[in-house]
C-alpha cells in the first residue's frame, strides 16, 4: 500500500483545514487508517484513527471535538477534517494504514506510511 497525504497550508488560528490522504492498492477497505502528527523536535503522536468500516473512530484528547477522521472506502482515501485550529496544532501530519483488525493509537502497529503534509496555525 502506498500512502499520499495532501492538504497542509498555512492557517490562522480558529481556521480549519482538511487532509486527504489517497492509498493505492485493492485492499484499503481491510485497512485500519490512522492520522499522526509531529512537530519540530519532538516526537511522532496519534491523532484519529478509524475502522475499515468507518463505524469506530477515536482522536487523542487534543483534538476531539475539533477533528473529524472519515474515509471513502470507494475511493482509496482516508479524511482528517480539521476545525478550531490552535497553534499548538502546527506539525507535519501523516496517515498511516494497519493490516491489523483492532484500531490501535500506536505508531508501530502500523504497517505503512505517507509522506506526510505541513500544516502551520499562525497565531
Known amino acids: 500500500v502506498q500512502l499520499q497525504a495532501s492538504g497542509g497550508g498555512l492557517v490562522q488560528a480558529g481556521g480549519s483545514l482538511r487532509l486527504s490522504c489517497a492509498a493505492s492498492?485493492?485492499?484499503?477497505?481491510?485497512?485500519?487508517m490512522g492520522w499522526f502528527r509531529q512537530a519540530p523536535g519532538k516526537e511522532r503522536k496519534f491523532v484519529a484513527a478509524?475502522?475499515?468500516?468507518?463505524?469506530?473512530?477515536y482522536y487523542a484528547d487534543s483534538v476531539k471535538g475539533r477533528f473529524t477522521i472519515s474515509r471513502d472506502n470507494a475511493k482509496n482515501t482516508v479524511y482528517l477534517q480539521m476545525n478550531s485550529l490552535k497553534p499548538e496544532d502546527t506539525a507535519v501530519y501523516y496517515c498511516?494504514?494497519?493490516?491489523?483488525?483492532?484500531?490501535?493509537?500506536?505508531?508501530?502497529?502500523?504497517?505503512?506510511w505517507g509522506q506526510g503534509t505541513l500544516v502551520t496555525v499562525s497565531s
Open positions: 498511516a494504514a494497519a493490516r491489523l483488525g483492532v484500531v490501535t493509537r500506536v505508531p508501530h502497529e502500523y504497517d505503512y
Open positions: 492498492g485493492r485492499t484499503f477497505s481491510s485497512y485500519v
Open positions: 478509524i475502522s475499515w468500516s468507518g463505524v469506530s473512530t
